[in-house]
């Protein structure tokens, strides 16, 4: 993918691929930076940037750009869906199929072309959970 549009396999690109497959969790560019430094401590957070923006366009992972104010990243490129603790940001994949049924339906009732759709599932993660229940934290979704 990345030779087809002219461009290397860094040693940076390849870092940041790896640890994010190992991370296995959905983390921010700035999770990402302070993981990758621990490899090459005179990377810089705009080339991590540069690099995460470079390889979600190539379709190399996923750019999540979810209700959270923080944009993170997934090495799962299949379609999937995500759920948000709308307390900490925590994000984790939702153990759901996606649902083709959706776009099916609207085909042919819009004049818009169907790429594709985001499902986002909110709520606490089981650590906020507790907090709530335990009446430490006000809730806000």
Not at 8 to 21: D, F, V, W
Not at 82 to 89: P, S
Not at 109 to 131: A, D, M, N, Q, W
């Amino acid at each position: 993918m990345l030779e087809k549009n002219n461009l290397r396999m860094t040693r940076q690109r390849k870092l940041i691929l790896e640890i994010l497959h190992k991370m296995g969790t959905h983390p921010s560019a700035d999770e990402l930076y302070d993981a990758v430094r621990m490899h090459l401590p005179r990377i810089s957070l705009g080339t991590v940037y540069r690099n995460l923006e470079i390889l979600s366009e190539l379709g190399q992972i996923q750019k999540l750009e979810l209700g959270g104010a923080t944009r993170r990243f997934d090495w799962d490129t299949s379609k999937h869906y995500h759920i948000r603790c709308v307390e900490c940001g925590r994000v984790d994949d939702a153990p759901l199929a996606p649902l083709q049924k959706i776009e099916n339906e609207l085909y042919g009732s819009t004049v818009f072309t169907i790429i594709g759709h985001r499902l986002e599932f909110t709520g606490f993660c089981p650590k906020c959970s507790l907090r709530h229940q335990s009446g430490s934290v006000s809730a806000s979704p």
